[in-house]
């Protein structure tokens, strides 16, 4: 069952969404949702700008895989804002096998549709995904 996500398709609200996000600053995250019945990628929440970081990973079920993306606000060294999409695959360890699997396995492909992501971070629990992860990255 190990090819159970390879013709998972993605549903025209993620890249509509997404394009929002990147272009317009509509959302702060984008949570998405795999639904296997359907065998498509949905959006599942949308955060809207004024959220925080710890509102977005109070979005992310403790026992299931979700794919994100948020958008992250820093200033450099010089103190110049900037901000980075980072796309987050959350693949918690007490989720079950076959979610995970199909997880990792639609990824690239779920991933490809995006166009814009900056950074990519797998994570298996909150620390991985941490904010100092995120401003270690960000630069």
Request: aromatic share 12%.
């Amino acid at each position: 069952m190990a090819n159970a996500a390879s013709g998972m398709a993605v549903h025209d609200d993620c890249k509509l969404k997404f394009l929002e996000l990147k272009a317009k600053r509509t959302y702060r995250y984008i949570v998405f949702k795999i639904e296997e019945k359907q065998k498509q990628v949905i959006v599942e929440k949308v955060g809207e700008p004024a959220q925080s970081y710890e509102d977005f990973t109070a979005c992310l079920p403790a026992d299931e895989c979700r794919y994100a993306v948020y958008d992250f606000d820093f200033f450099t060294e010089e103190n110049v804002p900037k901000s980075r999409i980072f796309f987050i695959a959350w693949s918690p360890d007490t989720s079950r096998v076959r979610s995970k699997m199909i997880y990792a396995s639609s990824k690239d492909r779920f991933k490809r549709e995006l166009d814009g992501i900056q950074v990519e971070l797998q994570a298996t629990d909150p620390t991985e995904m941490g904010l100092d992860v995120f401003k270690s990255r960000a630069n």
